[in-house]
């Protein structure tokens, strides 16, 4: 399949303040974003795709210049792919509170002239999502053709059916569901103490001090890491493999590849990764709970959702989010009678299996946009 080659991001500068859902407000802020393919003269194909926990706006392609990474979906978009951008004009926006250059704690505080640090509002899924919905006004989309999610991304995406349900057409939201449990937002809680309690959190004005709680940010990268992954994938990839021939009967140095592994990820991550976003993004995790506001009835808060058709998608090992949060999605909307396709997948990576290449999940997801494309006439 060919490749979207290098793709210029580009920032929106929004000088009109930024209503928040904590009552606070942010005022001016910057959202950067990247465009993939061309939209039609109806302004009809425009694809909105919300990314996860440590992922940015560059979903597909390389970044043109010295950074050559690949976009954290590419094996999904680009010409020819399940969301193929010879037909669809697809966009990925970085959410305020990110540390990949939209607006976040990195940056200049206006009321203070220091970085934002601990001091930037708490932001909310429902905050990315009216700050994206003012993006699509910029560039003149009144309504998207499908907004597509998976994980976190997932729970913007059934966001946006609810709080601009005319300006949605298909919701795509995949590993996913309607609220954490308990239990995520205790591996949450546990990741966000490993950060504040290191030595050079400094109350989240660390910048302020040339200091980075790297510490903190391994750890919490680690414990992360193991919630992604399934106990098979984990014993298949690992199992009880050592780093040497022989034991070290050591309680600090490492001693099962399984350790190697997750000190390399949390070393990796915490070179490029903000603490301050990490709290930010685990708490609007937290914080998602569309049924909070309709007595903790999932089936009311969806009556709002006007879009022609959902696409639930979940995995069978995946124990983070698994395959009965999406039914319970699933259920609300067939209560309002809201035409909704579920699959459920047998995939042994655990609920990182969104982001791979499955072709089962691919399939289910070309055969979608081919249908959306269709009834948009691209």
């Known amino acids: 399949m060919a490749s979207l080659g290098h793709v210029i991001p580009q920032t929106m500068r929004f000088d009109e303040p930024l209503p928040l859902r904590s009552g606070a407000s942010l005022a001016g802020y910057d959202l950067v974003y990247e465009t993939y393919g061309?939209?039609?003269?109806?302004?009809?194909?425009?694809?909105?795709?919300?990314?996860?926990?440590?992922?940015?706006?560059?979903?597909?392609?390389?970044?043109?210049?010295?950074?050559?990474?690949?976009?954290?979906?590419?094996?999904?978009?680009?010409?020819?792919?399940?969301?193929?951008?010879?037909?669809?004009?697809?966009?990925?926006?970085?959410?305020?509170?990110?540390?990949?250059?939209?607006?976040?704690?990195?940056?200049?505080?206006?009321?203070?002239?220091?970085?934002?640090?601990?001091?930037?509002?708490?932001?909310?899924?429902?905050?990315?999502?009216?700050?994206?919905?003012?993006?699509?006004?910029?560039?003149?989309?009144?309504?998207?053709?499908?907004?597509?999610?998976?994980?976190?991304?997932?729970?913007?995406?059934?966001?946006?059916?609810?709080?601009?349900?005319?300006?949605?057409?298909?919701?795509?939201?995949?590993?996913?569901?309607?609220?954490?449990?308990?239990?995520?937002?205790?591996?949450?809680?546990?990741?966000?103490?490993?950060?504040?309690?290191?030595?050079?959190?400094?109350?989240g004005h660390f910048y302020a001090h040339g200091v980075v709680p790297k510490r903190g940010l391994r750890v919490a990268r680690m414990i992360g890491h193991i919630t992604y992954l399934s106990d098979d994938s984990m014993e298949e990839k690992f199992g009880r493999e050592l780093r040497s021939a022989e034991l070290g009967y050591s309680t600090q140095d490492i001693e099962f590849q399984i350790e190697s592994y997750l000190r390399y990820q949390g070393d990796k991550f915490s070179e490029y990764f903000d603490a301050n976003t990490y709290l930010l993004i685990t708490r609007a995790l937290d914080y998602f709970d569309p049924a909070r506001d309709h007595g903790g009835d999932l089936s009311r808060a969806f009556a709002a959702a006007r879009a022609i058709r959902f696409l639930l998608v979940s995995f069978t090992t995946d124990w983070r989010f698994s395959p009965a949060r999406s039914r319970e999605l699933v259920k609300a909307l067939v209560d309002n009678r809201i035409d909704v396709s579920y699959a459920e997948i047998d995939a042994p990576h655990g609920h990182d299996a969104f982001l791979l290449d499955d072709p089962r999940y691919h399939g289910v997801l070309k055969a979608t946009f081919d249908r959306i494309g269709a009834a948009t006439g691209t």
Not at 44 to 54: F, K, P, R
Not at 156 to 175: F, K, M, N, Y
Request: charged letters at 15%.
């Open 38 to 203: 061309s939209l039609n003269a109806e302004r009809s194909n425009a694809v909105l795709v919300c990314h996860a926990l440590n992922a940015s706006h560059h979903v597909a392609g390389t970044h043109a210049g010295q950074d050559k990474s690949e976009g954290w979906w590419d094996n999904l978009v680009g010409p020819g792919k399940p969301l193929d951008t010879d037909r669809f004009f697809v966009i990925g926006v970085n959410n305020l509170g990110s540390c990949f250059g939209s607006t976040g704690p990195m940056h200049v505080n206006p009321a203070t002239g220091l970085p934002y640090g601990a001091d930037f509002p708490v932001v909310t899924v429902e905050d990315w999502v009216d700050a994206q919905a003012r993006l699509l006004d910029r560039l003149g989309i009144e309504r998207l053709a499908a907004v597509l999610g998976g994980s976190l991304g997932g729970m913007q995406a059934l966001s946006w059916t609810l709080r601009h349900p005319a300006r949605v057409g298909h919701c795509i939201a995949v590993a996913t569901a309607p609220n954490l449990s308990a239990q995520n937002i205790a591996f949450n809680e546990v990741a966000r103490r490993a950060i504040i309690t290191d030595p050079d959190f400094h109350g």
